[in-house]
């Protein structure tokens, strides 16, 4: 009996320690009296939300916002239904006439494209998230709990797909585009006055998207904040005074706008496929049932962005977004003018085009960033190059959409790559090799349309003809049976002889009956031009005349359509001189019987000591009366004007040797074009191993040559600017004291 009322005690005893327990328990984690109630209860308490609290009950989303979480949400109220005419739109689009009457799948769009992932106040709001910590005023999207998910698409050829868009930018493998797990949420955009200060935008920016809104400091897209940073247990609300809609995607812009369908045929035709993904398929026939294949749309990476990719490069997982792509598209009529112009000159259609042209003309209006009205200038495309627009005139549509910037314009954004000497190759399949040739190393140079350039066309059929082609299999270029690389090389000298770089418009007489001249390379040697006849030291060697056929302007210059290359030559520098000076009349022979007769001289191969192959030289030649002066003034051997071309004392040797050498400007080639001032080396060297220099002037706009000493050499320019091997060849009068 004791016992059992002993034991009576005790479970009364603990029962009432328990209860004194829990009691401290429940009162140590109960919801503070003071802290504020859920999104969902705050909006439906205050009264002034009933449309939006409908769309939240319609979509699904109650229990979400009443219940712990970490949202961000903007709210519209019940007047933001009542006056906001692109709303009342934008449900009609869908087959309703009022909020009532709005289905779920509607609400749910609504509710989840306003519904922001995690809390954040408006200080907050434009910070980015980077992997070495928060950037304070470089955002202006957030990723929403909208995404577009599984939708209907058709192919170019007609081929209809159940699909899904393609969530990162292709990759050159094939395999990066698309991330099961990432549903491609859209994002919303906003703007905050410390944005738009740190990124240097004004009002008029935003203004140029939205004309019938008002910049406040805080917006969400076309909304003012009536009120932000309003506490909730589940994140923050804050209020807008306009329902902003689910923004498109680029790709979903496009699809629904006649206007540019054009260009949109083009991009679906040549940079589209879609492909089948097991994963994506499974998760559609779980919820949906049946056994419908599912497909990726993806765009090629070619291309500087994917239109339908929401995530902006996704270089590190971030709910902030602080750029975007931006797209410039024409509309059809200016397209397909510029197309049948320009882009189908010499081909027959579009579907003859190599997919490169394609891809240019496509990039020519993608951007990798956000092009803002005010800086259209200072913004770059995929090809390098701004947008050639004027921003009041030119832009007849312009958006911010879920994943970028769309402007519909009134005329294309002319790339480059066909507007300048460059395009005369590129647009033109006779000119292929050509076009191979200047894309090695050239082309960024001469695509600048700030930087005039004549540039002399080699055909395909003038390469074939001479014996050169390209083995694309063997990726080598063909001479012959030759498969050298010096067949590139040899291709690559001749090219670079017609590449002038012309800021003057020097050439701009070119062909003229009359005209002649000589004028410097992109490869450092010279050609020379009389009428309509070119020559290179290579065409004089072999005797071939190149002729012009015709002459084209474009954007930063002219090309020059030629009968044959511009050969270089194989002789060297010796032989050219040989052949200068063998005619006893010659007023280069007594220089060049001094030469070949020094121990300088290779009699066997015309070499000259000291001149290296591919190096640029000039030779000044003393015509006779200065050979004459400089033996009578003790500088060469030889007795009373008499020359002694065989001297035998080493002294004398010596003195051709110092002679000549410093009548060579060593790599360098120059001309009288008033370019090279200054003082230059030439081959002769000092006790100390130095070159030793003369000046290069022009008193009066006259070339002329001076020593150490005093002494002045003038051109004889009738008998100057004679080609060589990299190098030029002129009579001067006087000769240089070394």
Known sequence: MHKKIY???????????????????DEFYARPATLADPIYKQLADNGK?????SLIDKAGYKSTL???GYWTIFAPTDSA?????EFAAFIKGRGFNTVDAVDSATAQMIVQYLLVYNAFEKDRMDDYQSSLGWVPNVSFKRRTAYYTGFYNDTSYTGTAYKAVASNRNNNSSNTGYYVFADNGNKYIPYFTSDYFAAVGLSAADYNYFYPGSTFSGFNIANAKVTQRDIAAENGVIHIIDKVVTPAKSIDQYLRNKPEYSLFRSILEQFMV???KNTDATHRYQVLNGGSQDVVVKVYSNLLAFSPNNENYFKLQDNDAQKDGWTMFVPTNDSLSKYINTVVLQQYPSLNSLPLSIIADLLNAHMWQNTVWPSKFNSSYNYLGEPAKMNAATD?????????????GTKKVNEPNVFSTVYGKAYLNPRYSLMTRLLDMEIKSTITNPNVKYTLFMMSDAVLAAKGYSYNAGANNWVFGTSTNDSNRLNLLRMLYSGVIETPNNEL????????????GSYGGEYIKYDGDQIFTAGTIERNVTVKIDSIRKVLNGQVVYINDLLYFPYQNIGTSLSILGTPATSEFNYFWNYLKNSTLFNTTTNEITGIAGGSFYTVFVPNKAAMIQAINDGLLPGTAGVPNFTPTLTADKLKVESFINYHILDKRTVIANGNDIGSFPSLLKN???????????????????????GRKARMVTALSNNLSNRTVIHLVDNYLKY
């Open 687 to 709: 006790a100390a191993g130095d070159p030793v220099t003369f000046s290069i002037l022009y008193p009066g706009g006259i070339f002329e040559l001076g020593d150490g000493y």
């Open 395 to 407: 832009i007849i549509d312009k958006k911010i959409l879920s994943n970028g910037i769309f402007y």
């Open 66 to 68: 009443a219940a712990a």
């Open 49 to 53: 939300f009933s449309n939006f609290v």
């Open 81 to 85: 239904f009542a006056a906001d005419t």
């Open 7 to 25: 034991q009576l005690a005790y479970v009364v005893a603990f029962a009432a320690l328990f209860t004194s327990c829990k009691k401290k328990f």
């Open 273 to 275: 496929l879609f492909i």
């Open 508 to 519: 701009a007489n070119l062909g003229t009956p009359g005209v002649k001249g000589i004028i």
